[in-house]
């Protein structure tokens, strides 16, 4: 089991920038990579960056460029970054964790999320 816990959400006029955070706990050695997902009001939750133990970065096209995600192992936790924030950016933002275990061969494989984080983004 993983447990994640985001902070970091509040409410920013547009333009401005906040930071989000999400600590892992228990299992974090079978974490194999580690993300951000959002759900605005009336909408399915989308992807928005992804960072993997190996392998490159992914974001979604709308927040390349202003969107960065970043992963501390040491202390199991991944942040995101966000500048130039709109309106369309409003939305709970999720925390996940992509893990496996068990043989290389037939691993399991379980997604973790956190509670979530309030963003709101004032015009």
């Known amino acids: 089991q993983v447990h994640l816990v985001e902070s970091g959400g509040g409410l920013v006029q547009a333009g401005g ?3 989000l955070s999400c600590a892992a706990s228990g299992s974090t050695f079978t974490i194999d990579a580690m993300g ?3 759900q605005a009001p009336g909408k399915q939750r989308e992807f928005v960056a992804r960072i993997p133990n190996r392998g490159w970065v992914n974001y979604a ?3 390349k460029g202003r969107f960065t995600i970043s992963r501390n192992n ?3 936790t ?3 970054q966000m500048n130039s924030l709109t309106p369309e950016d409003t939305a709970v933002y999720y925390c996940n964790a992509e893990a496996s275990w068990g043989p290389i061969e037939d691993p399991r494989k379980s997604d973790y999320w956190g509670q979530g984080t309030q963003v709101t983004v004032s015009s």
């Open 61 to 63: 096209d709308s927040v």
């Open 36 to 38: 951000w997902y959002r």
């Open 74 to 76: 040491a202390e199991n």
């Open 78 to 80: 991944v942040h995101l």
């Open 17 to 19: 920038s906040l930071r």
